[in-house]
């Protein structure tokens, strides 16, 4: 029996529903040494700096900033988003089994909130035909701002006319996760597809 509520579901995508990590790339055969990769992802291809990609800004014009910055480390900036479909480990099966029963179901709205470079966000497009299972989706690329900005959030809310008490939020970053929760979305941690199942059905949403 379904949980009245609940009625809409929104999926974060990135390691929730397509494994997605640099290091697919960086591997122990790119770099002489896991130290000068790791250095490499931590202090100058960062998050943080893909973030702002993911937000709108240029990834040629981010990539040329970082090569006059970084000489030293020019092939493997071009790299980063040179190579960045390689950065795509494929589907996780699993969550996108579970996303297939909600959808299944009839008895949920699905929505994706997504931190993405618009540009990007196309070739996952082409490649995943899930992705268009979803009600609705908002791209951080797109909008020009990303999570855990709580406006963010709130466009999609106001976009699809959710009431944030009725929606249920699911992402694999905890920084994400808390910023919902502050906007009273109930949250579920993605660490696993089987702990996400369980989560469903403690909540009697599966």
Same mark, same amino acid.
């Given at each position: 029996?379904?949980?009245? =509520?609940? @009625? ?8 929730? #529903?397509? *494994? /997605? ?79 297939? =029963?909600? @959808? ?8 994706? #909130?997504? *931190? /993405? ?90």
């Amino acid at each position: 029996m379904k949980n009245s =509520r609940f @009625k809409a579901v929104i999926f974060d995508l990135g390691n929730v #529903l397509i *494994n /997605w990590d640099p290091r697919h790339v960086f591997n122990d055969t790119y770099f002489d040494s896991l130290e000068k990769r790791d250095h490499f992802l931590e202090k100058i291809c960062s998050m943080d700096w893909n973030e702002r990609q993911d937000e709108g800004r240029s990834i040629v014009e981010a990539t040329q900033e970082l090569v006059a910055q970084y000489p030293e480390w020019e092939a493997a900036i071009r790299d980063y988003y040179g190579r960045w479909t390689d950065m795509l480990g494929g589907a996780i099966p699993e969550t996108v089994e579970i996303f297939r =029963r909600l @959808k299944e179901t009839g008895q949920y709205k699905i929505y994706a #909130l997504t *931190n /993405w470079q618009a540009g990007l966000f196309d070739i996952a497009l082409v490649r995943y035909a899930f992705l268009h299972w979803f009600d609705g989706r908002v791209v951080s690329g797109e909008e020009k701002m990303r999570k855990p900005e709580p406006a963010f959030y709130q466009r999609l809310l106001d976009r699809y006319a959710l009431n944030p008490s009725e929606a249920l939020f699911i992402d694999d970053n905890v920084r994400n996760i808390k910023a919902a929760e502050a906007m009273g979305i109930r949250s579920i941690h993605f660490t696993s597809p089987a702990a996400l199942e369980r989560s469903l059905k403690e909540l009697g949403v599966l």
